[in-house]
């Protein structure tokens, strides 16, 4: 793995030994060309960050900054260790868990990343629709995106249930197993 472009291009990533599934290259470089301009001088957030490959592509790619967060203390540590081998200015690692972290937090973030584990059967925890239900739209501020991966099959995988109360799909892209939804909040009127 490593930085696709910009100031930090070429930067070799480390990745958390266990179960850590980091977004591939390819579909990191796919992301970061659709998003293209919008990266520029935004307040990322960076969910179930892992190796925090998706935060530093964004400050690398010219991003005001970077809140990267996981409740892994390995994948805090090495989030941490590749944030200060880029050099990069603007982000931050916060060991929490991903759920607790959006119920708190008072941030606003221009683009919102979450790469949870799979949900990959029935009945498996399915952390984006969690994350849909709860408040993350008052994290996301006006115009922002938020944007899941999802292996097809189950939970907002299914392209069944990728729908939620206030939120609009306004992208979807598949890479082999993987899917991209990039969502953004529509406030419904009464």
């Not at 708190?104 to 399915?126: N, S, V």
Request: charged share 25%; hydrophobic share 40%; with cysteine.
């Amino acid at each position: 793995m490593r930085i696709i472009a910009g100031a930090a291009k070429g930067l070799p990533i480390r990745v958390p030994q266990g179960e850590v599934r980091p977004t591939q290259d390819r579909v990191r470089e796919a992301l970061f060309n659709i998003l293209g301009p919008l990266v520029d001088g935004a307040r990322v957030l960076d969910l179930f960050c892992g190796s925090g490959s998706v935060g530093i592509e964004a400050l690398s790619r010219g991003a005001a900054s970077a809140r990267m967060v996981d409740a892994a203390r390995t994948s805090c540590a090495m989030a941490k260790e590749n944030l200060q081998r880029s050099r990069l200015p603007g982000g931050s690692v916060t060991q929490s868990d991903c759920l607790q972290f959006v119920k708190r937090d008072a941030g606003k973030y221009d683009l919102i990343f979450a790469d949870p584990p799979y949900c990959k059967a029935p009945g498996d925890r399915d952390m984006i629709a969690e994350i849909l239900t709860d408040r993350l739209h008052e994290l996301l501020a006006p115009g922002g995106y938020f944007i899941a991966e999802a292996q097809l099959g189950y939970g907002v995988g299914d392209a069944h249930s990728r729908d939620f109360p206030g939120w609009e799909i306004v992208d979807t892209r598949t890479y082999g197993k993987n899917t991209i939804l990039f969502y953004r909040h529509s406030p419904q009127t009464i």
